[in-house]
């Protein structure tokens, strides 16, 4: 009796190592397959956290929200369950063990200037920070390719694990508001259609962003965590066509969804449920790269946005040269956020 419970419990494992080995097979790589299904792992932690915060704060989310609830995801990790780094430690030019085709976002305030690697950012996603004397965090959505950075005042900021349109739910510790982080806004609870007031951030490689700010700081590998800071963890997902959860207007897109734009925004008054209210533009890399500069109506007012060839990004700005907070992103992005 043993034995035949025996063969049929590993004839059982075998069906399943074949089944997951297919799978694996079927997404293209191990990567690929654990981010295809990693939104499963949410069956395994509270998924209600960030609701239940609120509610003890006597609030009831369902009036003190911009979006649909419904359309709050859980992207799998229970919140927090992505760590921010709230202590980050930096290298220097000399010290950093990222090379100089490093992705990173730069940011400068009052003459100090930091860089922060993908490769930390892939995994962390937030950055509670003091650059200049300003305090700031840093954001990043791996499944946007969104960088937003922003004055954190005197309390930090951390990752819920929640999605809304695919992207970037962050979470302010004072009083546990949720922010959408393409818009830089509240969405749910007490600070609910707050704007951050955003800093101007730069997507491009540590090479370039050395040669300009060549005494720059470099966030460090050692977060107090254990990640390979050197592997991107998304498989092929950066160029792919894959979007791997639900957003809309994407039968508005003419560029592949992957494309990476700029885009620029700033909110009105006005609170209309579930969309933003107010002027945004994108610009696309590629094109911006061939004609070099673009000037555009935007609010009311004309802004330029030119390509810097010496750190292969677009910049955008006013007319006298002020920097004007923008974010990369995929091309879905400003699609579902902007709908345009």
């Known amino acids: 009796m043993m034995n035949k419970l025996l063969k049929i419990a590993l004839s059982t494992t075998s069906l399943v190592g074949l089944c997951l080995m297919a799978l694996v097979v079927q997404a293209g790589s191990w990567d690929n397959f654990k981010l295809r299904y990693f939104h499963l792992t949410a069956y395994l932690h509270n998924q209600d956290q960030e609701i239940t915060d609120l509610q003890k704060q006597n609030l009831n989310p369902a009036k003190s929200t911009r979006i649909n609830l419904t359309e709050l995801l859980n992207g799998g990790p229970p919140k927090d369950g992505i760590p921010s780094i ?3 430690k930096f290298d220097t030019a000399q010290t950093t063990p990222f090379s100089k085709t490093e992705t990173v976002i730069g940011v400068v305030i009052n003459g100090e200037a930091k860089a922060y690697p993908f490769g930390v950012m892939n995994w962390h996603e937030l950055v ?4 200049g004397g300003v305090n700031v965090s840093v954001s990043y959505c791996p499944l946007c390719d969104t960088i937003v950075a922003f004055n954190r005042s005197n309390t930090t900021y951390g990752v819920t694990g929640k999605l809304y349109q695919s992207c970037l739910v962050m979470y302010d510790r004072a009083d546990d508001t949720l922010y959408s982080q393409p818009w830089g806004m509240g969405i749910i609870g007490a600070k609910v259609n707050r704007n951050l007031k955003t800093i101007p951030a730069i997507k491009t490689t540590l090479g370039a962003w050395l040669s300009k700010y060549p005494n720059s700081k470099i966030l460090s590998t050692d977060t107090g965590h254990n990640r390979d800071y050197f592997s991107y963890p998304y ?5 792919d066509k894959q979007i791997i959860f639900p957003v809309r207007n994407q039968q508005r897109l003419t560029l592949h969804p992957k494309a990476i734009v700029s885009y620029v925004w700033e909110a009105d008054q006005q609170t209309p449920k ?3 209210s107010g002027a945004s533009y994108q610009f696309v890399h590629d094109q911006l790269k061939k004609v070099g500069e673009k000037v555009v109506e935007f609010n009311g007012r004309p802004i330029r946005a030119r390509w810097d060839s010496q750190l292969q990004t677009v910049l955008v700005e006013e007319f006298d ?9 995929f091309a879905f992005v400003y699609a579902a956020y902007f709908g345009k």
């Not at 498989?235 to 160029?239: A, E, P, Q, R």
């Not at 040269?321 to 992103?329: D, L, M, N, W």
């Open 86 to 88: 709230d202590n980050p």
């Open 321 to 329: 040269g002020t920097p004007i907070p923008s974010s990369t992103a």
């Open 274 to 276: 579930n969309q933003f």
């Open 235 to 239: 498989g092929s997902y950066y160029t």
């Open 128 to 131: 509670n920070d003091t650059v």
